[in-house]
């Protein structure tokens, strides 16, 4: 029986291998179209091996979704790096969206796109989905405190309408254009600058 550490996979070469290869497939094809057959095969171990690292499945979409997630926070940091203001940091959201529409191109976002294809209620992915989207609006809502937003809850749940919608819309038109136009709807929302 395969050990809880290599169940986590990216601890050998063979788990890497497996997970980068499941990654690609599940967001090129979707999840249910993407068989461990298939992904076995294209990363070049066998069927016991993959069971080996993740323990079914599920296992290795929860671990494709948890190598996401933590991609994301790590390059939208990259983006936050040096932004000061909370109107920098926000447009740094949409720009680091954009970055993400583009890199796949425009199939939408990883996690909606798992999200429609994960219907059972306990499925270990559903809570890193929701894990993952509720840290994007708790993100959006400390930009929304530190810019003096009256109610900074419902602005950050109008700007994640924005940011979702948005990236929904790129990816049924291929093109970036909604995401800019809602950058500029975000941005509408920020309080007014005092008069001097």
């Given at each position: 029986?395969?050990?809880?550490?290599?169940?986590?996979?990216?601890?050998?070469?063979?788990?890497?291998?497996?997970?980068?290869?499941?990654?690609?497939?599940?967001?090129?094809?979707?999840?249910?179209?993407?068989?461990?057959?298939?992904?076995?095969?294209?990363?070049?171990?066998?069927?016991?091996?993959?069971?080996?690292?993740?323990?079914?499945?599920?296992?290795?979409?929860?671990?494709?979704?948890?190598?996401?997630?933590?991609?994301?926070?790590?390059?939208?940091?990259?983006?936050?790096?040096?932004?000061?203001?909370?109107?920098?940091?926000?447009?740094a959201m949409f720009d680091a969206y954009q970055a993400w529409a583009l890199e796949g191109g425009f199939r939408?976002?990883?996690?909606?796109?798992?999200?429609?294809?994960?219907?059972?209620?306990?499925?270990?992915?559903?809570?890193?989905?929701?894990?993952?989207?509720?840290?994007?609006?708790?993100?959006?809502?400390?930009?929304?405190?530190?810019?003096?937003?009256?109610?900074?809850?419902?602005?950050?749940?109008?700007?994640?309408?924005?940011?979702?919608?948005?990236?929904?819309?790129?990816?049924?038109?291929?093109?970036?254009?909604?995401?800019?136009?809602?950058?500029?709807?975000?941005?509408?929302?920020?309080?007014?600058?005092?008069?001097?």
């Open positions: 029986m395969a050990s809880t550490q290599r169940r986590s996979g990216g601890t050998s070469p063979a788990g890497d291998r497996i997970l980068a290869t499941a990654s690609q497939l599940f967001y090129e094809r979707g999840i249910r179209a993407t068989g461990v057959n298939t992904i076995a095969e294209q990363a070049a171990v066998t069927k016991v091996t993959l069971y080996a690292h993740f323990g079914s499945k599920d296992g290795l979409v929860a671990a494709h979704l948890r190598a996401r997630d933590q991609r994301w926070w790590t390059e939208l940091h990259e983006f936050l790096a040096g932004r000061t203001s909370a109107e920098e940091r926000l447009k939408g976002c990883g996690f909606v796109n798992a999200a429609t294809e994960i219907t059972t209620p306990d499925h270990p992915g559903r809570a890193i989905i929701s894990d993952h989207k509720e840290g994007i609006r708790r993100y959006l809502e400390s930009f929304a405190t530190e810019a003096g937003c009256t109610d900074p809850a419902e602005v950050a749940d109008e700007w994640f309408l924005l940011l979702e919608g948005a990236m929904v819309t790129a990816a049924l038109r291929q093109s970036a254009e909604p995401l800019h136009r809602a950058r500029q709807a975000a941005l509408r929302l920020l309080p007014s600058p005092s008069p001097e």
